[in-house]
């Protein structure tokens, strides 16, 4: 009876969900509808994931995830799940099932794997989101509850100490009901205001400009985590409608947060750091036209697309990125530009002309970025500024100049405040002394970065400096243990969608298996990889030395001097993957497939 009536009650929750997949099928290309509809039809199942749906589908082409991912903005995955989750807020919200019954009937193995996901989907456990949103609804007929009346001109008067006692006493009510969970800081800051309300008649104490700066700052910093928290767990159409439907800003304290959560959040799920890119321009909105100057919102919307840009490369929306940074360049200030913001834009497209293989365009980008971040004397920038000049130098087969610009990069960023740039300076680094052949030095500096990789928590930089311990032991000719390294890199990589980076690791451990002699596993991953290159469009001259690879697997005659020629060209051909190609040492040894 149980069983019957859980059904019933998923197939009410599922009904937006499913409706959602449909109208996705309807869009998308002839390819991946047979994917959608598998899903439409087995979303719950406990076995569906990647693998099952290839097969159910009869599809064999590794580019097929790259292609859903194009269409539909993430890959297959990440869709299912997000399909799943989005069911069982509603089944959270709507029904009395217990957790292990929803984990059970979305086709979670148990619930601890639900409870997980839902949490890294949701930023709450699945217990805690139940109890706050039914006391959302006790407390207000509406997801979304009405802002009390608060007028902007009010604000001004408090925070410019125009207030008096009982005008502060009427602001701290109407604060208290629209943020409740912050009393103990309005409370505080009820305190500093009534103590100025004092002086309300004293003209000479009432307009200190750098006070009142501060005092704004601070003020709507606190409104700016309010309005964060209450975010945590909505639909991203949900916290859209919160950022539209708060009270106007006077400063960019709320752009500034979302911001900083954008980069904080996008280094474990780059997905997610573009969506956050995406609110924190439309959190600008928020911001009273009255309250900043033209020149000033010029530059901060500038930012804001610059930035958007930089989230667009980093999921390899290229024309994303180049359309984004190209409206940074209109709207920044004419008259009186932002120097970090200038800098920053032409650091952004560098690494985008450099994943374009352009690589002079990236190396003159840069360059005057670097310029301007030192007469701004913004040392910390102008540290990781210097990182891409270097990678560019290693891109262009001069590790030797770029070990010195290395060294001065990492003596500008400090690793206990920018611990994550610290850890990109440094396996740039590593990659630089395996390029120059100063394995013992690049050994040395693995430690340290596993040492860093902890400190920060990443499973991806982790995995990262495997793929450099792997490239090193290889050039070192210890090829069993290169092998050891590479092959979970290439498990874990396809595991994670990561396509690329995967193939790219392939042909990696396809140069230690040609090595070794082991001819049939090389075909085999060859065979692989090759459609994955073609599909993700890699430059003509790293397409050129796929397609003689491919030749050479139809009359069995692949070269290790082969495969390292198109590892060579195609990791420049998109400049993607971390750490880049390596010349190996037994290519002198060349020899046909048998």
Known sequence: MLAGKSQRF????????????????????????????????????????????????????????????????MPPHAYIEDCRLKTACRLLCDTDLKVWQIADLLGYSSIQVFSRAFSRWAGVRPTV??????????????????????????????????????????????????????????????????????????????????????????????????????????????????????LRFTTAALFELIHDQAIEIGRQDRQEGLRLAELALESLETIDPEAVDAEDRANLDARAWAWLGNARRIVLDFTGAEEALSEAERRLSVRRPDVIVQADIFKIKAALRWFQRRLHEAMALINEAIVLYRRADKSHLLGQAMVVRALLLLLQDKPDESLPVLARAMELIDRESEPWAFLSAHQVLIAAYTFAGRYEDAESSLLDGHSMAREVDNRDAELRLRWLEGLVAREKGSLDRAEDHLKPVVEELTAAEQTYDAALASLDLALVYSAQGRDNEVIALAGEMIPVFGALRVHREGMAALNLIQAAIKNRQITIASLWEARRL?????????????????AEQARPAA
């Open 10 to 73: 998923l197939e009410t929750a599922a009904a937006d969900t499913l409706a959602r997949v449909r109208r996705d099928r309807e869009r998308v290309g002839a390819r991946l509808k047979p994917l959608l509809e598998h899903i439409e039809a087995s979303l719950f199942d406990p076995g569906l994931d990647v693998n099952q749906l290839k097969r159910a589908c009869g599809v064999r082409d590794n580019t097929i995830p790259i292609q859903f991912h194009a269409e539909l903005g």
């Open 129 to 246: 989101y139940r109890k706050r949103e039914r006391r959302n609804e006790e407390t207000a007929p509406s997801p979304l509850p009405e802002v009390p009346t608060l007028r902007v001109e009010t604000l001004r008067q408090a925070l410019r100490g125009d207030l008096d006692a009982a005008g502060v006493e009427s602001l701290m009510r109407r604060l208290l009901a629209l943020y409740p969970a912050s009393s103990r800081r309005i409370a505080l800051e009820a305190s500093s205001l009534a103590a100025r309300a004092e002086s309300v008649r004293r003209p000479s104490q009432r307009h200190s400009p750098v006070r009142s700066s501060l005092d704004k700052e601070r003020v709507e910093r606190v409104r700016a985590e309010e309005v964060w928290r209450e975010m945590e767990g909505r639909s991203w159409e949900e916290r859209r409608e919160l950022v539209r439907r708060k």
């Open 570 to 586: 195609v990791d420049r051909s998109r400049g993607l993957a971390m750490p880049w190609a390596l010349p190996l040492r037994v």
